[in-house]
């Protein structure tokens, strides 16, 4: 008789209480991506920089998982989960202290570095932890459980747009780019004062996230984790692997297909509170309200498309929801008004379910190959280091109509991803 507890392995253990202290991760990098994305034009007017120089933080941020994503699944196969979970959350830490000398030497190339340690620390974390819940239980139960532990990412999201919203953004000095501009200009002692205040704000909830992180290492490494699924690393080394998964036409298209589903996520949420402010005249926190809201969509429409997967398959409702973000995002860009970041907040209730989709139809039946391939996908998530940096650059350079914004122009970009999802959705539902 098949095992159908969700948390019991065959081998007859209980492992509700490591999955419930595993799932607690997912929350905490999911805090960490959505306090991060405003500070993009917090930054920019903060320091009086261009939407690309800004735009650096989340290259700085999302390069951090293009870097470490290998490293972290190499380290997990030659060692155990519990010391990849450690050296994730030590690196998260020193990520989040490493602002307080930020700001004080006020430094925007530090900032940059802080971010880079943190997301080395979320990629060790995320390597480790999706194939750690996966293993903890029965594998007929694993997609089940690792739905439940992901469940669990949107709340740290939430909070995080929270935080940067009513600790943050909303504390920033009220002085607009202008009026700093002027400053510099005639008194920039004055500037510098209020520069130096600003960043202290944005400091000191990475310096409490930072404490927090800390407090979760220590129960960590005082907790007795088991150590299950981890393969013995002389059956397949990892050259075999990496040559098989080069060879999988299926797996190499998803990853293009996560790289360019990443960065359409991070450039809608990024420059959501840039096109608020520029098409509508509103405040940067009254912005971030649109990016809780389009975050609450995303996790209804979670729901919504879980339940359409009884019913249709990944291929076709991947092929449909991209339809439907580049339909939305047209809207975005030739729709003035609320109209427009209707249109933008939208596109979330497409992007709901990509991730999840693209990471599926990759990992299928790659057997024991799927530990180091899960990292491949990870790697992906560095879509977002590179592309929300070249719609800054649009959002700096493009002044091509009269009739169109330079920020609604850049959302060309995000269609274009929409674009290659849909032809990887399509290329899928014939290959079936």
């Known amino acids: ?76 196969r030659k060692f155990d989960y519990k010391k990849g979970i450690l050296i994730g959350l030590g690196l998260y830490s020193i990520g989040c202290f490493l602002f307080i000398p930020a700001g004080n030497a006020m430094a925007f ?21 999706n194939p750690y819940i996966l293993s903890m239980g029965s594998e007929e139960t694993a997609t089940r459980r690792l739905n439940l532990a992901q469940a669990f990412n949107p709340i740290g ?20 780019e202008a009026e700093r501009i002027v400053l510099r200009d005639t008194n920039p002692d004055a500037l510098a004062a209020i520069q130096q205040s600003d960043l202290n704000i944005v400091s000191w909830p990475y310096l409490m996230l930072g404490v927090v992180v800390l407090l979760f290492f220590i129960v960590f490494a005082i907790s007795k984790l088991p150590q299950v699924g981890v393969e013995d690393v002389s059956i397949s080394s990892t050259g075999d692997i990496v040559k098989r998964l080069w060879g999988n036409s299926r797996y190499i298209r998803s990853v293009i297909a996560q790289i360019f589903y990443v960065g359409v996520q991070i450039m809608v949420w990024t420059f ?71 249109c933008l907040v939208a596109i979330s209730a497409c992007m709901s379910l990509m991730f999840p989709t693209i990471y599926g139809i990759a990992l299928k039946d790659l057997g024991d190959d799927a530990k180091l391939a899960s990292a491949g ?4 998530i560095g879509g977002g280091c590179f592309l929300p940096l070249l719609q800054g650059l649009l959002i700096d350079k493009a002044v091509w109509f009269d009739t169109f914004s330079s920020v609604r122009i850049s959302f060309v970009l995000p269609l274009i991803c929409f674009i290659v999802i849909a032809s990887f959705g399509q290329w899928v539902r014939k290959q079936n």
Not at 11 to 21: A, D, E, M, T, V
Not at 51 to 61: C, D
């Open 377 to 380: 996908l990870i790697l992906a």
């Open 1 to 76: 008789m098949k095992n159908t507890s969700l948390f019991k392995g065959n081998n007859g253990k209980n492992y509700l209480f490591p999955f419930i202290l595993v799932t607690s991760l997912f929350s905490l990098w999911g805090f960490a991506n959505d306090i991060t994305n405003p500070m993009v034009a917090a930054f920019k007017n903060i320091l009086l920089i261009s939407n690309f120089e800004s735009s650096l933080v989340q290259f700085a941020f999302y390069g951090g998982y293009c870097f470490m994503a290998i490293p972290a699944a190499i380290f997990i």
């Open 109 to 129: 190339w530090v900032f940059l570095i802080a971010y880079f340690v943190m997301t080395c620390g979320l990629a060790f974390l995320e390597t480790t932890s």
């Open 272 to 342: 959501i509170i840039q096109y608020a402010e520029t098409e509508l005249e509103m405040s940067k926190a009254n912005a971030q309200s649109y990016n809780m809201v389009a975050m609450g969509i995303f996790v209804a429409s979670r729901f919504v498309c879980t339940f359409l997967l009884k019913y249709f398959k990944p291929s076709v409702l991947l092929l449909t929801l991209a339809i439907g973000g580049g339909i939305f995002t047209l809207g975005t860009i030739f729709i003035h008004g609320m109209m427009g970041l209707y």
């Open 157 to 176: 999201s939430l909070t995080g747009m929270l935080i940067a919203r009513e600790f943050i953004l909303a504390r920033l000095n009220a002085a607009t």
